[in-house]
């Protein structure tokens, strides 16, 4: 069992949005003119003990600032315009609040910056522009996993039953205590049944048996 959170849903909406601002700004220090192709989704998250949470991404391609021709021409041949997209977005973003440093890779320089949790940068990406991105924190919408109750305890056994000895009473799975995962991964012993394999979820067995 986990409880759901309550004003997650909107948590989450106004995190989206957040960065959503953020990512405008940035391209807007790098082209004011720009009309970026936007690319959004949503990456699901799971902890081993079944808190299940969201973290909210996008992507704007195609950004091409004055000196910089997404149809050709190698990385190599323009960095002057690529290094000022980048310092000029670090600019925009570290003016915002925001931790903004400038790294290089085999692409050329490269913006990364961080603040509360969510993270963003651009950097060059061959014959298309520049590309910017980012990814909110984790909205947590339900608490971690708690096993359930007992099925049965020694004080409700009926006459002529014991406690099942693979889960002593509880009735879930032994082996995943009824989430149905096991590291992330489908528990191989119930297989997202959940309930104890040997009781059928019962807790209890006939004596004779």
């Not at 925001?98 to 990406?125: I, K, N, T, Y």
């Not at 971690?144 to 879930?172: H, Q, S």
Request: glycine letters at 12%.
């Amino acid at each position: 069992m986990g409880g759901e959170i309550e004003g997650a849903a909107e948590e989450f909406a106004r995190t989206a949005d957040r960065l959503r601002e953020a990512l405008r700004r940035l391209v807007a220090a790098v082209d004011p003119a720009a009309e970026p192709e936007v690319e959004e989704w949503t990456e699901e998250r799971r902890t081993t003990r079944g808190a299940q949470g969201r973290r909210f991404g996008m992507r704007m391609t195609r950004i091409s600032p004055p000196g910089l021709h997404a149809a050709g021409g190698a990385a190599e041949t323009m960095p002057p315009a690529v290094a000022d997209a980048v310092t000029s977005a670090a600019d925009a973003m570290t003016a915002a609040g925001w931790r903004a440093e400038v790294v290089e890779d085999a692409r050329g320089p490269r913006l990364l910056a961080r603040q509360d949790g969510f993270e963003a940068g651009l950097f060059r990406v061959s014959r298309i522009g520049l590309s910017a991105w980012g990814k909110t924190p984790i909205v947590w919408f339900r608490t971690r996993w708690k096993r359930p109750p007992r099925a049965a305890t020694p004080e409700t056994l009926a006459p002529g039953y014991e406690l099942c000895p693979w889960c002593d009473g509880w009735g879930t799975c032994f082996a995943c205590e009824g989430l149905g995962f096991m590291d992330g991964r489908q528990c191989p012993e119930c297989g997202l049944g959940m309930d104890c394999s040997n009781c059928g979820g019962s807790g209890r067995r006939p004596v004779d048996r």
